[in-house]
């Protein structure tokens, strides 16, 4: 009689997954929206397509391209947060989406709670660089100047909370220095200051760096990986001076919340095809942008490590938006 109950259980509950399984099996069954949270031509954009163009091709379904860029990526995230949680609307948005849990004072979501991490698509390296008025060659004398000239050395960034703002606001306070902050609006016009010598060092992804090192103008002085990158070996990391300092962007992808286990390991698993995918990842490392693939579990455990991370900077940095 037991046997018999247990076999009955276990009828019922195969019966109420079966639908779920043969769905995820079957998806995607129509296309999928694909909602990137910025403007076309930035890392997310670049990203984004680069990378559901191969899953049109994997999974021979249309994954349609929608930039819904404004507010630092809250406008599709709110979007995407009110979407049916049924696997065909996806976001792509970089780690700047944990970042604006703790600039803004509220917003019409919760950051954790209403999303699923897919997986991390691909990782943005900072760099750290000074003017070649500078004289400084190396992390080291750069921190060793800023020590002797508290309050006096100044740095740009694409504006208060931006990646440029918080690396440099990390490193200010993991070595005790204290820097003059310029923001800018945006990372064109940070960079035009730079160059022209209004600031003095800033921080900057490395696909913005490129034609500027081969042209000379800029000295270059550490990346903000943990170790070395592969497009230029030759840069010390961070880390080799400032011991534990690691700062790098990633850009994901999120489903909302809801979306049945089944959906989000099938997306997981189609986009790990495509992110091994050779062609797929050097036109990712030719845009210097590092392909990333994590299992939901992986991603969800560093969504929480970079929430308080991006917390703990945020509050000494000072940095907020209203």
Not at 143 to 170: D, F
Not at 177 to 203: C, Q
Not at 250 to 269: E, H, Q, S
Request: glycine content about 8%; aromatic content about 8%.
């Amino acid at each position: 009689m037991t046997s018999l109950r247990a076999l009955s259980v276990s009828l019922v509950l195969a019966a109420l997954l079966l639908p779920s399984i043969v769905h995820a099996q079957a998806y995607p069954t129509k296309p999928v929206r694909v909602v990137i949270a910025f403007p076309p031509g930035g890392s997310n954009d670049v990203v984004g397509r680069i990378v559901f163009q191969k899953m049109s091709e994997v999974t021979r379904r249309s994954f349609v391209i929608e930039n819904r860029g404004g507010a630092a990526g809250t406008i599709a995230a709110e979007h995407v947060a009110r979407s049916p949680a049924d696997g065909y609307t996806v976001m792509v948005q970089s780690a700047t989406h944990l970042a604006n849990a703790h600039l803004y004072k509220s917003l019409p979501y919760d950051t954790l709670k209403d999303f699923i991490g897919v997986t991390t698509l691909a990782r943005q390296v900072g760099i750290l660089v000074a003017h070649p008025s500078m004289p400084v060659k190396s992390v080291k004398e750069f921190l060793a100047l800023a020590k002797v000239r508290p309050g006096q050395i100044t740095y740009g960034s694409g504006g208060n909370g931006s990646s440029y703002h918080l690396q440099m606001a990390l490193l200010e306070s993991m070595t005790n220095i204290k820097l003059v902050h310029v923001p800018y609006r945006g990372a064109g016009p940070a960079w035009n200051a730079f160059l022209s010598g209004e600031t003095d060092s800033m921080f900057a992804t490395i696909s913005g760096f490129v034609p500027h090192y081969k042209s000379g103008r800029v000295r270059a002085l550490g990346v903000s990986s943990e170790k070395r990158t592969t497009q230029f070996p030759e840069i010390p990391a961070i880390a080799e001076f400032v011991p534990g300092y690691e700062f790098t962007a990633w850009v994901g992808c999120f489903v909302p919340a809801g979306t049945p286990k089944a959906i989000v390991d099938a997306l997981n698993a189609a986009l790990g095809r495509v992110l091994s995918d050779p062609g797929v990842a050097s036109k990712l490392i030719a845009q210097t942008l590092d392909p990333m693939y994590t299992t939901p579990e992986q991603f969800a455990a560093r969504l929480k490590l970079d929430y308080e991370k991006y917390a703990h900077v945020i509050k000494i940095s000072g940095a907020r938006i209203e």
